[in-house]
């Protein structure tokens, strides 16, 4: 049985922490597998994953990948991640890569507002 692929949001709250992910504009582009490679050859773990659940499920969201790699700017491998996907700038180095911080604060934020939304449905 397949598992189900999970929203960002969820793996922020699930983690407690800020999470990153990388979302490829173009499914089909070489660049997609030397990322993932890159990402392989250094021993970062990664999954598949949605956008926010909030959005609409369409084939565009599964071009998301959660990168398992706490936002420290103290670990020397978080460090190297972003020099090898950003420049100096913040510029995204890699045609059609594009990499991405969600808070946890968001990603709380976002429940909230769902729960909310029901709450107010319900009445």
């Known amino acids: 049985m397949s598992q189900p692929i999970p929203h960002i949001d969820a793996i922020a709250r699930e983690k407690n922490r800020d999470v990153l992910f990388l979302h490829f504009e173009d499914p089909d582009s070489p660049i997609n597998e030397i990322v993932l490679a890159w990402l392989e050859d250094h021993e970062i773990a990664y999954a598949d994953c949605l956008g926010l659940e909030e959005e609409s499920l369409n084939d565009h969201e599964l071009q998301h990948t959660y990168i398992d790699l ?18 100096d700038e913040g510029n995204m180095k890699l045609e059609g890569v594009l990499f991405f911080v969600l808070s946890l604060e968001t990603a709380l934020e976002l429940v909230a507002d769902r729960a909310v939304a029901m709450t107010t449905r319900l009445q």
Do not use: H
């Open 70 to 87: 706490a936002v420290d700017e103290e670990d020397a491998l978080y460090r190297e991640l972003c020099e090898y996907l950003e420049d």
